[in-house]
């Protein structure tokens, strides 16, 4: 099965999606379709959200394995270090490994609503990532903040951080961001500091903009005012709204594509629609 970081340098960008375990049957209906959906258009790899503190690390697992089995494309497993000693971890990489996963996205994870850190035996993704190196072949990625990581309040030291854990990895899959000169920004910082390798930006179709905006307050990602000021004037019509959300996705990602970017990954939010209308856009989807 292919490793990602073997994907780039061929001529034409790489194509991924990321997807979150399903809670319920309905979700998982969902979640079936999509990735089926996506399937057909042969993308290069698709990624599995982990969940805060690791909370849905049996059903990440599960999914994780069934699409690696079940598809000819590479699903990459996020796993984060928060709260969890290095035998968990182990036994959750080993059976990954067994079952053929090669490809690895390392973070953080998220910090409690509570700011208390569980007790566990890594601290950063950077640590998580060295124990990787250490235990298997891996093609292992890292997050990447365009506009800084949320809980850092000095840009320069995030962009030092982020180069030496990248320096460490393979390469890096951001944040979802709206504006490609904070990509273009981004890709200039780490070359400065040394790191050039490949980072692939994260561009979320809005499809709902109370969700979106939700999630952009969580995450420090800034939504442009005209942007905005489109999806407001679309009001409570989840069609324009949709409409509004896709045009912006596809002249960003067309932006970003011109600006270098060795590929694409698209935040499905588990539904096919948004993210295959913004590649036919593009004309980059392959049905």
Known sequence: MTKIDDLFGDASPTISFEFF???????????????????????????ITYGAQGSDRQRTRDIVLATQANFNFPAMAHLTCVGHTTAEIDALLDRYVAGGVQNILALGGDIPLSGVVPQGDFRHASDLVAHLRSRHDLSIGVAAHPEGHPRSTDLTADRKHLAAKLNEADFAVTQFFFDVDHYRSLVDDLSRLGCDRPVIPGV????????????????????????????????????????????????????????????????????????????????????
């Open 21 to 47: 375990p399903p809670k319920d049957a309905s979700s998982a209906k969902q979640f079936a379709q999509a990735l089926d959906d996506i399937a057909a258009i042969g993308p290069d790899f698709v990624s």
């Open 204 to 287: 979320i179709p809005i499809t709902n903009a109370a969700q979106v905006k939700r999630f952009a307050a969580m995450s420090g990602a800034t939504i442009p005012a005209g942007l905005a000021t489109r999806i407001d004037a679309a009001g409570d019509n989840p069609e324009r709204v949709r409409e509004v959300g896709v045009a912006a996705a596809a002249a960003l990602c067309h932006d970003l594509l011109e600006a270098g970017a060795p590929g694409l990954h698209l935040y499905s939010l588990n539904r096919s629609e948004p993210a295959l209308a913004v590649l036919n856009e593009l004309g980059l989807a392959k049905v």
